[in-house]
């Protein structure tokens, strides 16, 4: 392994909270960073967290999935494989032939309720919360709050079952 990143490389960041019973499937294979992950959580391969990141307990969290800074998660949830979280409702790299930095931007902090499901390929925009008990349909885009026990699919994500919008 540090044959090929080198001795300094450390996929797991000092400053990462790390829970009893967390598993790790493939250690060397995540980037976690300034995040604190729950007690009894499994994390896939190729995941990352970045910082600001909270995950309850008893969470899973599979493989080629992306929680960048602002996700939190409450206890239980499920997120299947390749979910994407967003955090930036006007994203750019520039502004006049400036590059933009860390303080050029607000991150826009997005919930996921105890319980919820998010199938595999979901894309969960900024600002939402998804209910307790909600299921996210794999490859939906989820571009406002989700009701609690709510089933929802598609691109946008609609209602299937269930409460409808929380709004």
Do not use: M
Not at 64 to 77: N, P
């Amino acid at each position: 392994f540090s044959e090929f990143w080198g001795a300094d490389f450390v996929p797991i960041a000092a400053d990462v909270e790390l829970g009893t019973g967390v598993v790790l499937h493939h250690r060397e294979l995540v980037n976690l960073y300034g995040c604190r992950i729950g007690n009894d959580c499994s994390i896939g391969a190729f995941v990352e967290i970045q910082r600001n990141v909270v995950i309850g307990a008893r969470c899973k969290i599979s493989s080629h999935s992306f929680l960048c800074e602002g996700v939190t998660l409450e206890d239980e949830v499920f997120v299947g494989h390749g979910v994407i979280f967003v955090n930036d409702r006007e994203p750019a790299a520039a502004i006049a032939g400036r590059r933009l930095g860390d303080a050029d931007w607000t991150v826009v902090p997005t919930l996921v309720r105890r319980g919820s499901a998010i199938g595999s390929g979901v894309v969960v925009l900024c600002g939402v919360t998804i209910g307790a008990g909600a299921l996210i349909g794999a490859g939906a885009v989820v571009t406002r709050d989700v009701a609690e026990g709510s089933v929802v699919a598609g691109v946008p994500a609609r209602l299937l079952h269930g409460a409808g919008p929380s709004e």
